[in-house]
């Protein structure tokens, strides 16, 4: 057990979390890295159901279409992996008849959970990291370029460095903790939590200049946009993603069938 000082500089490490994308051009060592990547792996494991692979070498990362920061010194991409299992399965004379559907979700849960472990690590060790959410629809390059085997399928990218003290970011707000965490029974928002959640998010955003400074704003397809980045919000631009702008049919439902799941 850590004392409870440990413990609470522990916590402040995590709460002071942020997400990096400019980085110093440092190195950073395998001894650093290997440490990173043992504290990823002893994150709690459902069935040790994921793989990572980390390459030094960005132009990798662009040929397997991920686009990364480009002074990050590591990128890591992050998998599903059903083959170690079955391989293991095999050799205990066992044939896997999972529910795919159900593997791939204990999967992400391994996933996810190793994610954090090592983006903790990281940031005690003096790093910094940056996730890529989009690594799933980019199977196909992924598997080529990487040589990955079906069954085994991307969850997330990263890449992590040392952060360039010079981008001063922020701490980005979250939803006030009540509207998230609810005890004993879920809470049905009211209008007025709902517009709490969106005040304390973007109040937070639009304080810290985010959208003015990184210049991203997600295209309104079909409608003028009358949003200048002043008044652009975390709450539009989270409401502007998830309509229908990266909606094209049903990608990954079929990208996970073509990397060898059954999922009818
Ligand atoms: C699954 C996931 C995918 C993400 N994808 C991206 C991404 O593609 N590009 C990016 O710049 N940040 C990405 N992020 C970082 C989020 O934007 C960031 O975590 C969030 O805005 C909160 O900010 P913070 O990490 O600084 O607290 C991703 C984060 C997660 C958890």
Redesign the pocket.
């Known amino acids: 057990m850590q004392s409870e000082k440990t413990g609470m500089q522990f916590l402040d490490v995590i709460k002071n ?3 990096i ?1 400019e980085f110093l051009d440092k190195p950073v060592t395998d001894e650093v890295l290997t440490q990173i990547l043992e504290t990823g792996f002893s994150a709690p494991f459902a069935a040790q159901l994921c793989s990572v692979i980390y390459t030094r070498n960005r132009d990798k990362m662009l040929e397997a279409g991920l686009w990364t ?1 480009p002074t990050a010194q590591v990128h890591l991409i992050y998998f599903i992996d059903l083959v170690r299992l079955e391989k293991i399965m095999t050799k205990r004379g066992h044939l896997y008849g999972y529910d795919d559907m159900m593997a791939i979700w204990l999967g992400v849960q391994d996933v996810s959970l190793m994610v954090e472990n090592l983006t903790i690590a990281a940031e005690a060790l003096g790093l910094g990291s ?5 690594a799933p629809l980019k199977a196909d390059e992924i598997a080529k370029t990487f040589n990955v085997p079906k069954r085994v399928f991307p969850v ?1 990218g990263m890449s992590i460095g040392y952060p360039d003290p010079e981008e001063n ?1 922020e ?2 707000p979250r939803f006030p903790l009540e509207m998230a965490a609810f005890e004993n029974e879920y809470r049905h928002h009211s209008d007025d939590d709902i517009d709490l959640c969106m005040k304390k998010m973007d109040e937070g955003y639009i304080s810290q200049g985010y959208y003015i400074k990184s210049k991203t704003k997600v295209p309104l397809e079909d409608k003028e946009d009358t949003i200048g980045f002043d008044k652009y919000s975390w709450s539009e631009h989270i409401s502007r993603k998830f309509r229908s702008a990266f909606r094209i049919g049903n990608p990954l439902i079929e990208i996970l069938r073509r990397h060898g799941f059954d999922l009818d």
Do not use: C
């Open positions: 979390r942020r997400s994308r920061y940056v996730l890529y959410g989009l997330v970011t701490i980005r």
